[in-house]
């Protein structure tokens, strides 16, 4: 069975800095799918960036941009030039492919100071 | 536009009662998924369903039911058997060989 590890809680990062947030995860399986979504507090789920286990590039979109070191089972985020609207909880997540349910980490708490 | 419809936003429950989340997409996607969250923690799979009139259990069936009549619905009926229903429920799909999952706005639930 898969498993998501977020080991961050919470982070408070300066507006305009990078941002990197951690995840880490255990498979046996060679064929996956990763994931980060961004959690506002009004509680919808808003999906960021997708990484697969065969992309040999990191994935890239926009502001975010996915650290993927296959060998170390890592998939961080990272955001740069963070603005206000960045605060949010973020979830790492993980599918198998051929069965596309997410398992979750517990999330990351992040929140831009001005 | 496309996408899925949580409905209510707000649920309040007397215990002993049971109650059913309605979930609607018109993506066309053949995956949906219902999560829970609680306070402080991640998402949490009760069920899913790959196909219309199939569904399987998920990490925290119990408790739950749900039905999948219509490729457009897949509804959650939160049972008097859940010891501790209260919790935000998050309704979600996908396509079934896709990436990412799209989800509903949630209904928070309360049991009084």
């Known amino acids: 069975a898969q498993k998501i590890t977020q080991t961050q809680p919470g982070m408070f990062v300066q507006e305009k800095e990078a941002v990197t947030l951690d995840c880490t995860y255990d498979?046996?399986?060679?064929?996956?799918?990763l994931f980060w979504y961004k959690q506002p507090s009004s509680g919808e789920m808003i999906f960021l960036i997708y990484?697969?286990?065969?992309?040999?590039q990191n994935a890239t979109e926009g502001r975010y941009s996915l650290n993927f070191q296959k060998a170390r089972k890592s998939a961080n985020l990272v955001i740069s030039a963070s603005q206000l609207g960045d605060s949010a909880m973020y979830f790492c997540?993980?599918?198998?492919?051929?069965?596309?349910?997410?398992?979750f980490g517990t999330g990351t708490r992040l929140t831009i100071i001005p | 536009d496309g996408g899925i419809t949580q409905s209510p936003k707000y649920l309040f429950r007397k215990e002993g009662q049971n109650v059913t989340l309605s979930c609607e997409q018109n993506?066309?996607?053949?995956?949906m998924y219902w999560y829970r969250q609680d306070p402080g923690q991640g998402l949490r799979l009760i069920y899913y369903?790959?196909?219309?009139?199939?569904?399987q259990k998920g990490d925290i069936a119990e408790g739950y039911s749900v039905s999948r009549e219509k490729k457009e619905s897949f509804p959650l009926t939160v049972t008097s058997a859940q010891k501790n229903p209260t919790a935000f429920y998050l309704c979600?799909?996908?396509?079934?060989?896709?990436?990412?999952?799209?989800f509903g706005q949630g209904t928070r639930l309360t049991v009084v």
């Open positions: 990484q697969g286990s065969y992309d040999e």
């Open positions: 993506l066309n996607h053949d995956a």
């Open positions: 369903s790959q196909i219309v009139n199939d569904f």
């Open positions: 498979t046996s399986d060679q064929s996956y799918g």
């Open positions: 997540a993980m599918s198998y492919f051929g069965n596309e349910k997410l398992t």
């Open positions: 979600a799909s996908s396509m079934r060989r896709g990436n990412e999952a799209f």
